[in-house]
């Protein structure tokens, strides 16, 4: 079972170029989220979708755009890469993620890696 | 704004000791929980604590949920060095609210 799977696993960008993180969850759950790691900042939520067909800006949207394909599939884009976005990204899941039921457990992919020269 | 902080933000110690991690706020959080992630993967969950005042074990691990659902400990008896990870507590406030991390590191 492989959970929540992200690619690639690693990057490196020149700014400027744009690039787009895959995420797929194969746990039928009806949330998805998109985060950022930095050294003594937690996770940093970027956005989320908490249902197919809806998505909604976290703590740290600007910059960045999402895609909630399908159910499985969401998508972060960076259009224009800024060093200020080197990271490591996190795409989790949990089977609902609003309000009441926001203290559902959230399943993680191992991260991207990104570089951003 | 962060609105959980944790302290230490960075702890070394050596194979045997005790250790408490501490996550704190002043904002009131439905439930609390505690996340563990190693190197090159992603935080895995390890306990959810609901009641102000819960105390949750899992083997060498107590977790503690303060009694106005502010706070919240981890203490780790006899530390290994399997126990070396990033620790993230996660309080549940309409979204989940990351802390700031304790990097744990145990040497034998």
């Known amino acids: 079972n492989a959970g929540v799977t992200q690619t690639p696993k690693f990057q490196v960008l020149k700014t400027g170029q744009s690039m787009t993180l895959q995420c797929a969850q194969d746990?039928?759950?009806?949330?998805m989220y998109w985060y950022r790691q930095d050294p003594g900042m937690g996770l940093r939520l970027i956005y989320y979708?908490?249902?197919?067909?809806?998505?909604d800006k976290g703590e740290v949207p600007n910059g960045y755009n999402v895609s909630r394909l399908n159910k499985r599939e969401f998508s972060l884009r960076l259009e224009s890469a800024a060093p200020s976005q080197t990271s490591v990204y996190f795409c989790?899941?949990?089977?609902?993620?609003?309000?009441?039921?926001?203290?559902?457990?959230?399943?993680f992919g191992d991260g991207t890696r990104l570089s951003i020269l | 704004t962060q609105l959980l902080e944790q302290s230490p933000q960075f702890l070394s110690i050596q194979e045997g000791e005790n250790l408490t991690v501490y996550c704190n706020s002043s904002?009131?959080?439905?439930?609390l929980q505690w996340y563990r992630q190693e190197p090159g993967e992603g935080p895995v969950l390890l306990v959810t604590v609901v009641t102000g005042g819960e105390v949750k074990k899992l083997k060498r691990l107590t977790f503690q949920f303060g009694d106005a659902r502010k706070d919240s400990s981890l203490h780790i008896t006899a530390a290994q060095p399997g126990d070396t990870g990033l620790y993230l507590c996660?309080?549940?406030?309409?979204?989940?609210?990351f802390g700031t991390g304790t990097r744990l590191q145990v040497f034998p």
């Open positions: 904002s009131v959080f439905s439930s």
């Open positions: 989790a899941s949990s089977e609902l993620g609003q309000g009441v039921y926001s203290n559902q457990p959230q399943h």
């Open positions: 979708s908490a249902s197919e067909g809806t998505t």
């Open positions: 996660a309080g549940a406030r309409g979204k989940l609210i």
């Open positions: 746990m039928n759950h009806n949330s």
